[in-house]
Nanobody
Framework: QVRLVESGGGLVQPGGSLRLSCVGSGRDFSIDDMVWYRQAPGNQRERDLV?????????NYAGFVKGRFTISRDKAKNTVYLQMNNLKPEDTAVYYC????????WGPGTQVTVSS
């Protein structure tokens, strides 16, 4: 079964940091572009793109995270990371990852809550 599982979320104060992980299984994701998305509370209709990393490690970020978040990958571990620094309350969301093109079964996501 092809799966992506996110982890690393939690409750953090504004200005804090978290490192999210997305582990793939069932196939080799190293040849795919990988994307982190987030879904904010009350927004059940869509997920916003946060960051994207290509198979060649080219990177793009959404404007709202530039300079604060860093996406990276470890192909040997079939894993993508999202280092999040200087977190803000508006970063509160469930964070998901997926490949491009996406697999049908999304992972459980990982909850990030930024609050004092």
């Amino acid at each position: 079964q092809v799966r992506l599982v996110e982890s690393g979320g939690g409750l953090v104060q504004p200005g804090g940091s978290l490192r999210l992980s997305c582990v793939g299984s069932g196939r080799d994701f190293s040849i795919d572009d990988m994307v982190w998305y987030r879904q904010a509370p009350g927004n059940q209709r869509e997920r916003d793109l946060v960051a994207r990393i290509s198979s060649g490690s080219s990177i793009n970020y959404a404007g709202f995270v530039k300079g604060r978040f860093t996406i990276s990958r470890d192909k040997a571990k079939n894993t993508v990371y999202l280092q999040m620094n200087n977190l803000k309350p508006e970063d509160t969301a469930v964070y998901y990852c997926n490949s491009v093109p996406p697999i049908n079964s999304w992972g459980p996501g990982t909850q990030v809550t930024v609050s004092s």
